[in-house]
């Protein structure tokens, strides 16, 4: 659900609050308008952020999650994406992470409990942890949990 422009414009404050860094204010706005997972947040690259169409692509090779995606980013978020994609390209290169690196998660969390913008929580029942206690990692275990179930395909063997 997109943000309406006040929400928009206090999450922008929070993130210029808790972050000079660019590549992480990016990335924890991006995860909040895709929902994306780390794991999907750390395959984009420069060239996948489309400043003139304002898309930016996330990949799923493995398709655990949402397979490839390009996803509309809004004007608000813009910045913050062309602030990365700008720092990545001065400091990294083209074909470096924009978002996140694997080594990232801890300070991906922080900038994100800083700015006090938070995911969408488990219903109380299912709740791992005490209670008040975030759980950062639901929607990617909720993933992995959905596709753990899915049954193998049987391959059949060809007749010949």
Known sequence: MPLTA????RVAHRQHAATAHPR?????????FTSASLQQLATARPRDYDTAAAT??????????????AYPVP???GIFLRAAACFTR???????????????RGHLL?????????????PAA???????????????RQEAEKYEAVPARRVRPSRR
């Open 110 to 122: 922080r900038v994100a409990e800083t700015a006090r913008l938070r995911p969408p929580q488990p």
């Open 75 to 77: 004007p608000w978020a």
């Open 90 to 104: 001065l400091v990294s290169g083209e074909d470096q992470e924009l978002l996140a690196a694997p080594g990232d």
């Open 56 to 69: 930016l692509t996330l990949h799923d090779r493995a398709r655990y999650t949402d397979g490839c995606a």
């Open 126 to 140: 299912r709740r791992k942890g005490p209670a008040g206690r975030v759980e950062w990692d639901w929607r990617e």
């Open 6 to 9: 006040p929400t928009a414009q």
């Open 24 to 32: 992480l204010a990016a990335a924890v706005t991006t995860a909040l």
